[in-house]
């Protein structure tokens, strides 16, 4: 079984955190300083307006009443990204019964893990037959499988090995499936992959599930099968 690893949610809340924390106060000292820019040029202006053309206090009513919305929108919005820095990190504590738990995804990324990757078949429909290649980075096939489709769905198992024989090392491969029909025409079909759930984490602003090499969306988990 693939080592069990998970990226610390308190680590990651704490990086989010200080983001959000800096930007808003990036933003909030920029307010200040315009805002005192405009507090002196209206020191200023009143100390030498004319007598017959004084300044419009609605104008600057208006302009205090903006300034002070923008401050509050400020705040608002770096309360909000604290908010989603803490819901994403409870997510994060949340998946962690998953790891190490057999796990079904949606995607075209297979993890080879211990020298073992799964995909799973659906039952035949339209696809009587689908041809299973497994890729490298660069598109080149190196393995590939006739499977004949029955009633029921079914797992295809790759031991790692390409067409000649050489066992690869373990990581993150692409895989591609395309249905045939009775005739051998192009039909459609789908799959997905199945592996080891070996870490949650948050990247770029997105909670990821990682098997191995291979990294996906949450919204790709299809099922959680159980034992490792």
């Known amino acids: ?6 990226t610390t949610p308190t680590t990651n809340t704490a990086n989010a955190g200080t983001a959000a924390a800096g930007a808003s106060t990036t933003a909030r000292t920029q307010l200040a ?14 100390k030498n307006q004319s007598p017959t053309d004084p300044l419009d206090t609605n104008e600057m009513t208006a302009q205090l009443v903006q300034f002070a919305s923008v401050e509050q929108q400020i705040a608002m919005n ?13 997510q994060l504590t949340a998946a962690s019964p998953m790891l190490g738990q057999r796990v079904e995804v949606q995607g075209d990324q297979l993890p080879l893990q211990d020298g073992r990757a799964t995909v799973r078949l659906p039952a035949a429909g339209a696809a009587r037959t689908a041809r299973v290649a497994i890729l490298d980075g660069s598109g080149k096939v190196l393995r590939e499988a006739q499977v004949r489709l029955g009633a029921a769905g079914q797992d295809w198992s790759w031991d790692g090995k390409d067409a000649n024989g050489k066992q690869l090392p373990d990581g993150a491969y692409k895989v591609a499936v ?6 051998g025409g192009p039909a459609t079909t789908s799959f997905t992959v199945v592996g080891t759930a070996t870490a949650a984490e948050r990247v770029n602003g997105a909670l990821r599930l990682r098997m191995g ?15 490792g």
């Open 33 to 46: 300083g315009s805002f005192n820019n405009f507090l002196t040029l209206l020191t200023t202006q009143l």
């Open 213 to 227: 090499a291979a990294s996906y969306g949450f919204d790709a988990v299809r099922s959680i099968a159980g034992g």
């Open 78 to 90: 770096g309360n909000l990204e604290s908010m989603v820095a803490l819901q994403q990190a409870a």
């Open 1 to 6: 079984m693939a080592t069990t690893t998970a």
């Open 178 to 183: 395309t249905g045939a029909d009775t005739n």
